[in-house]
């Protein structure tokens, strides 16, 4: 094993275009753990802790930009306005030891289906930037998990920023686990208001091969609450909207039985999920509109 | 051996600390423990140590065809490579049977057993060459329960069995199988206006220890090895290690490294002489450290257990009869199973009256894990059966059902299912008093002024899922009954030395046993003991060895009762020969010395008003007065292999408690919010460590209601969830707060009137929050841990 | 590899460091510190929290090569370091975290007598650990107090849920946590007493 310790984002580059098997390392949350119990044995490891630019972010315009490696601390803390899905999938990651080292990119890199992150970026709309030697480009986040534990990166490419769009309306995120903290998800849930657009985005984690929308329902939701004129008249959704909303996200779920829950109750579980979080986020929405954050 | 070996244990001293029995004097661990000075098993070093890896096997059942080590031994780094083959003497160990192989030999029987061991200069190194050596198996039929175990063709886990219980076995594949009968429950149960049936699953619990099995080996010159390790009894571990290695006992010189934790994971051998073979091969110390993924398969667990039960009673609630039949899964070697079954068996009609009884426990031989000691052994599985069936009956009848057990509650005198006559005080029905006495945590916690829901006082926490939904509160209660100490007739005894000289001109008392201190606090009372005692301030405890007598077991909540009985009687023999001492240097000045009622107090001698005939310094000078006695308490006796009937137990401990719980039964999470606890502990020798050893076990109690369970495919016996990962134990967020009522009612048989405190409330703690969970939802839930797809109609 | 960083104020050199080694693995067998724990080597349990940076971290799920250059503490190194913060940062804002620079000022004395551990000055939540009856086995212990340390630092007068949530990263298997809670306020009481 070698450990490469680039000084910048460049040299990070070059050895990943010389190395294309390297595995980077930043928080070290999903290779340390693959390493001390020795179901990997990398020929490479590439450290990106010394990359001063994973560690920034910026709030613009339109996006923030969020750094491969900001800490989950730091989004909790600093972005629960801006992106307050997000700040509410870090508030669950692991335990606060965690989240002061990982970072969402180590969960896209991981692409593991009970990432935290994907289902809040998912609704919340991202862009994942990757970069190689031959330049970089943008991968929506939608096209960006491509199978169990495999994203769209080409060999030579790293993770550099992800490109979250600010949220204008209230946003939700919830995980179940047989714990009270510290816990993988058995499945997770996010949910975001867009009302500049007049629609809603899902995010479903831990129910399927990858993490997933429920397209499915958010066209239903997007018809129903234009038909109603929702938007405009700020009503309470009615239960049987909400039910079948949360009984559409539950079919969009595809999940399997193991050691940590049935398919039977992850496609429950994700349905309970989707009508709470309506519940909150519309009630939000309906009341101040303008408190982002979200209540956790 | 050259080099020098660091983290050995030494002397702690308690100079400035007073306090004697009754008193929460602090640990003289403690200030060593929060510097990161205090060595456990895993921290011992030496500077030309070698790693010790394990290859264990990946099937659960399996002739090994054969096994090629050629590679790994031709590594770089390398300087043992051991099978079987290289086994030096006995082939097998084990506590009450010796069917464990050292290393696997014919066959393996269970995922995860020892197959091969290697020596390398870096644990990498070790882990490489261990991937190299190849391995064939000819797989077979896995036995997984009692059908498969039972069946009229099924494969005999061991062959030709010759331990002390094959004889009366009804089937090879069983252990041990304990029938009890007493009255006619046929009879009594035509009294029955009320009859309830019920089938329970008790999941397999995990020790879950922190400190991972490990230590060090150094061989020593005269050819014998000088043992560091975690463990609960050195000298069975003695006993089991030396025949193994080919070399007498006093060869092996085992030291106990620091522990971290124990529960009953470690009475068994895990790492000890594997260990050992490797640095008396290579003669070089070796340090063995198992991580967490194979730590699971390096202890025992707490047998998985199947229980079927019925009670009667009239409609007024008095119970008519009780028939049971508990079947616990040993796993693939016996460890401690078939005194579990006696235990479950002679427990297993809880803390009532009961005269009509037919019982019957049996243990099996199966190819899961390995299962022996865990806090509570036996008792617990029973204890989550029948209080549910206590629930069930109440229900039935219509009544409270905490006034359903105190109209049943055994006291002192009854006698219990095995003739035995509970003849210290059982305070069953004022402990469920208590309980039930306590104020109720206010409702709905998680509402915050203004701010909308605090998700961490709701279940799920800190993973968002209810700001409130479908949280429904439910309340639950239950009472257990535990044995304290080694039952059916084994001789069980501890040792102990003390010393007491003068050092600068204060008198010091030297504590040495060999008691294993897994956390428990047992140190901290041998210093009350001996300050109680001697009269002293300064005492001194000497590392755990077996340069020393055996102590026994730390388990069973022996270990205050037992050893903390040894050093009584030791010091009482001290003193008795420092008064002969001051009696012949100073007898004739005062007519006080002839006064049978001497004591040691305050560093000096004193009569029993208080007069200070000479100070202990005056008496001793430069003497020391040094014993080392053996103390055991009274005898017990097997349990009929027919009946089940004998005076079978030491002591009995009892504890009740209240769960308050929040259910989200959408969702099926669960908040523990309140688990309130009363137990009778006969004497609080230390207040502090008693209310601690009752919060520590209510949790493990409250891990396996709602999360615990090592998980094992019925289809290839192999366990799923090896990992801290996906084996959840409670963390600070699900763990309520703990209030504990504590009674101080005297054995008069037991040194200080003590009780054993450590297990009881690991009893009653997994029953009453799954009655408070039954309480919220309705629902029947027979299993434990209740997950949330039981809560939820998702299974 | 070498790595070549700085713990408990001392610089501290690793020679021959494989690759795939852990921190923790550093600090307890090349370096002599084996206060950190080796519980689960897999981040769930927080036994081997250590300061890196100033943050508390798993010390296992750092690799040896990731520290090069920068400060660890460790709880070999505690009670010295929060004697070296009520000395020199003097926070009664709460908001007074440790700067890089405060890290490399502060220095570990040698030479204590941890014999018996007593006369040992300890930090506040050390001492409180003792007093409360939150130390068992103990195995649990150097984490939590690397973790408490820092809440308490962050925020001196924590919430029970607070205190909770600091350490819902930090397993413990002997007490309940019934009696680390109780430290923990103890430890914030005696600092609000002091100030």
Redesign the interface.
């Known amino acids: 094993?070698?450990?490469l310790?680039p000084a910048s984002w460049e040299e990070a580059l070059a050895a990943k275009a010389e190395h294309p098997t390297a595995v980077p390392?930043a928080?070290?949350?999903d290779?340390?753990?693959e390493?001390?119990?020795?179901h990997r044995?990398p020929e490479y490891?590439l450290?990106l802790?010394r990359i001063e630019l994973l560690r920034e972010w910026e709030v613009g315009e339109e996006n923030v930009r969020l750094g491969a490696s900001v800490p989950y601390t730091t989004i909790m803390e600093n972005l629960r306005a801006e992106l307050p899905g997000l700040a509410?999938a870090s508030?669950?990651v692991?335990?606060?030891?965690?989240r002061?080292?990982g970072g969402v990119g180590g969960n896209l890199g991981t692409a593991s289906p009970a990432g935290d992150a994907h289902p809040a970026l998912l609704a919340a709309g991202a862009e994942v930037e990757v970069e190689s030697v031959r330049g970089s480009r943008f991968i929506p986040i939608d096209e960006f998990y491509t199978g169990v534990k495999r994203n769209a990166l080409a060999p030579d490419e790293l993770i550099k920023t992800v490109h979250v769009k600010k949220a204008d309306g209230p946003q939700?995120?919830?995980?179940?686990?047989?714990?009270?903290?510290?816990?993988?998800a058995?499945c997770a849930f996010g949910l975001a208001l867009h009302p500049e657009t007049r629609t809603v985005r899902t995010g479903i984690g831990s129910a399927a091969p990858t993490p997933i929308r429920a397209k499915e329902a958010e066209a239903f939701l997007n018809a129903a609450l234009e038909e109603g004129g929702f938007w405009d008249n700020g009503k309470i959704i009615t239960p049987s909207i909400a039910k079948q909303f949360a009984d559409l996200c539950s079919g969009a779920a595809n999940p399997i039985d193991d050691?940590?829950?049935?398919a039977?109750?992850r496609?429950?579980?994700v349905g309970?999920?989707a009508r709470?979080q309506l519940?909150?986020t519309w009630e939000q929405y309906r009341g101040t509109g303008r408190t982002l954050e979200?209540?956790? | 051996m050259a080099g020098t070996t660091t983290g050995i244990p030494r002397d702690v001293t308690q100079n400035h600390v007073k306090g004697g029995i009754g008193e929460s004097t602090l640990r003289p661990d403690g200030t060593l423990k929060v510097t990161g000075e205090f060595a456990y098993s895993s921290d011992m070093w030496h500077e030309d140590m070698l790693w010790g890896q394990v290859l264990r096997s990946t099937v659960a059942h399996a002739e090994i065809v054969s096994i090629d080590t050629a590679e790994a031994l031709a590594m770089d780094g390398v300087y043992a490579v051991m099978t079987h083959e290289d086994l030096p003497a006995a082939k097998n160990y084990g506590m009450e049977f010796q069917d464990t192989p050292v290393l696997a030999y014919g066959k393996v029987r269970h995922h995860g057993e020892p197959v091969v061991l290697v020596a390398a200069d870096h644990p990498e190194t070790a882990r490489r060459a261990a991937a190299k050596v190849v391995i064939e198996y000819r797989e077979l039929p896995v036995i997984t329960d009692e059908a498969s175990a039972t069946a009229p063709d099924a494969i005999l886990v061991h062959e030709g069995r010759d331990d002390h219980h094959s004889g009366h076995v009804p089937h090879p594949n069983i252990v041990h199988r304990q029938p009890i009968i007493r009255g006619n429950a046929d009879e009594a149960a035509k009294r029955a206006d009320v009859i309830v049936k019920g089938e329970y699953t008790f999941g397999m619990q995990d020790q879950a220890f922190l400190g991972p099995e490990s230590g060090l080996a150094v061989p020593a010159e005269d050819g014998g090895v000088d043992l560091y390790v975690a463990t609960q009894w050195l000298h069975s571990d003695l006993k089991q290690i030396a025949p193994c290695l080919g070399l007498p006992e006093e060869k092996v010189r085992m030291t106990m490294a620091g522990v971290g934790g124990a529960f009953g994971g470690r009475e068994d051998i895990s790492m000890q002489i594997l260990a050992s073979l490797l640095a008396m091969r290579t003669g070089k110390p070796v340090k063995m450290v198992y991580n967490r993924y194979e730590s699971f398969f390096g202890h025992v667990h707490r047998h998985p257990a199947k229980l079927y039960y019925e009670h009667g009673a009239t409609k007024d609630g008095k119970l008519t009869h009780m028939k049971c039949k508990i079947v616990l899964d040993g796993g693939a070697y016996a460890s401690s199973t078939a005194s579990v079954v006696g235990n479950a068996s002679s427990l297993s009609v809880g803390p009532y009256v009961i005269d009509d009884v037919e019982i019957e426990a049996i243990g099996l031989y199966t190819n899961n894990p390995p299962c022996g000691a865990m806090r509570g052994f036996g008792a617990v599985q029973a204890c989550f059966a029948y209080e549910a069936q206590m629930d069930k009956l109440a229900a039935k009848l219509g009544m409270d059902p905490v006034e359903l057990r105190q109209l049943n509650a055994m006291e002192q005198g009854t006698i219990m299912p095995t003739g035995q006559v509970v003849d210290s005080p059982a305070p069953v029905a004022e402990l469920l008093r208590m309980v039930k006495a306590r104020p109720m945590p206010p409702e709905r916690q998680w509402e915050t002024a203004g701010e909308g829901a605090d998700v961490r006082a709701l279940p799920g926490g800190l993973s968002n899922t209810s700001h409130g939904e479908g949280v429904v509160r439910g309340v639950g209660y239950a009472v257990g009954i535990k044995n304290v100490g080694f039952s059916e007739g084994f001789d069980d005894y501890s040792t102990a030395k003390i010393r007491l000289e003068v050092i600068n001109g204060e008198p010091v008392a030297l504590v040495h046993t060999a008691m294993a201190e897994v956390g428990q606090g047992g140190v901290t009372i041998h210093a009350q003991i001996a300050r109680t005692e001697l009269g002293v301030q300064q005492v001194t405890i000497h590392p755990a060895d077996t340069q020393v007598g055996s102590a026994g077991s730390t388990s069973a909540g022996r270990q205050t009762y037992m050893t903390g009985g040894a050093i009584k009687n030791s010091c009482e023999i001290v003193r008795e020969k420092v008064l002969e001492i001051g009696r012949r240097k100073f007898g004739s000045y005062h007519p006080a010395w002839a006064n049978a009622e001497l004591l040691l107090e305050g560093g000096k001698v004193v009569t029993d008003n208080g007069e200070a005939l000479a100070s202990i310094a005056d008496v001793l000078e430069d003497q020391a007065v040094e014993v080392e006695e053996e103390w055991r308490h009274r005898p017990t006796q097997a349990f009929d292999l027919v009946t089940g009937q004998g005076n079978g137990h030491v002591q009995y401990a009892f504890a009740a408690h209240r769960a308050v719980v929040e259910v989200d039964t959408e969702l099926g999470l669960v908040k523990v919010i309140e688990l309130a606890c009363a137990q009778d502990v006969g004497k609080a020798v230390n207040p502090l460590s008693v209310i601690g050893q009752i919060q520590g076990g209510t949790t493990q109690g409250l891990g396996v209601a709602v999360m615990e369970e090592i998980i094992v495919d019925p289809k290839t016996a192999k366990v799923r969830n090896p990992s801290f990962t996906d084996y959840l134990i409670p963390t600070i967020l699900d763990t309520p707060t703990i209030p504990v009522d504590y009674l101080e009612l005297a054995d008069p048989n037991a040194p200080y009137g003590v009780r054993g405190i450590g297990e009881a409330p690991t009893l009653s703690s997994t029953p009453a929050v799954l009655a408070a969970i039954r309480a919220a939802t309705g629902l029947e839930l027979n299993k434990t841990p209740v997950r949330p797809e039981a809560l939820t109609g998702t299974l | 590899m070498r790595v070549n960083f700085t713990v408990n104020g001392r610089p501290q050199e690793a020679d021959d460091v494989w690759e795939g080694e852990s921190l923790l693995y550093v600090l307890r067998e090349r370096l002599g510190l084996p206060g950190s724990k080796n519980a689960c080597e897999q981040g769930e349990c927080g036994s081997c929290t250590v300061r890196l940076d100033g943050v508390p971290v798993c010390s296992c799920l750092v690799a040896a090569g990731q520290v090069e250059g920068r400060e660890v503490v460790t709880v070999e190194g505690l009670a010295d370091f929060a004697k070296e913060r009520a000395e020199h940062a003097g926070c009664d804002s709460g908001a007074c975290g440790t700067s890089l620079d405060a890290a490399k000022r502060w220095e570990a004395k040698p030479g204590q007598d941890s014999q018996t551990g007593e006369g040992v000055e300890l930090s506040p939540i050390q001492q409180a650990f003792i007093d409360a009856g939150a130390v068992q086995c103990g195995f649990c212990t150097p984490g939590l107090l690397v973790a408490a340390d820092e809440m308490l630092e962050r925020n001196p007068s924590p919430t029970d849920a607070d205190i909770r949530e600091a350490l819902s990263g930090n397993l413990c298997r002997c007490t309940g946590y019934e009696k680390i809670l109780d430290a923990v306020r103890l430890a914030a009481a005696r600092q609000g007493e002091a100030v």
Request: positive net charge; without cysteine; glycine residues 10%.
């Open positions: 094993m070698d450990f310790r390392i928080g070290g949350t290779v340390m753990v390493i001390n119990f020795d044995r490891l450290d802790n509410l508030h669950t692991a335990s606060p030891q965690i002061n080292r939700q995120y919830s995980k179940v686990g047989t714990r009270n903290a510290m816990v993988i058995v050691v940590r829950g049935t039977k109750y496609r429950h579980a309970i999920m709470r519940g909150w979200g209540a956790a």
